[in-house]
């Protein structure tokens, strides 16, 4: 991290994150064009979008994490 000095939020995701193993990796907005619910700010939800809670989180063999929606109920 850069920063210097962490609020206490930070820290507690600090010390959280740190139990794993993980690479974070930057991609840019041209190829992430479908972003899905775990890319956006939860509190910034309009209403009629999906709950974060309908995101389906997949391990991939590199260990990378692939997110997507839950379909509908009833579909």
Known sequence: MTTK??????????EML???D?????RAG???GA???LS????????GHKK???AVLKQMPDGSLNGSRRPPAGN
């Open 5 to 14: 000095k962490l609020n206490r939020r930070q820290v507690r995701w600090a």
């Open 18 to 20: 740190s139990q794993f």
């Open 22 to 26: 993980f690479k974070i990796t930057h």
């Open 30 to 32: 041209s190829l992430n």
């Open 35 to 37: 972003a899905d619910a």
């Open 40 to 47: 956006r700010r939860s509190n910034l939800r309009e209403e």
């Open 52 to 54: 974060l809670h309908d």
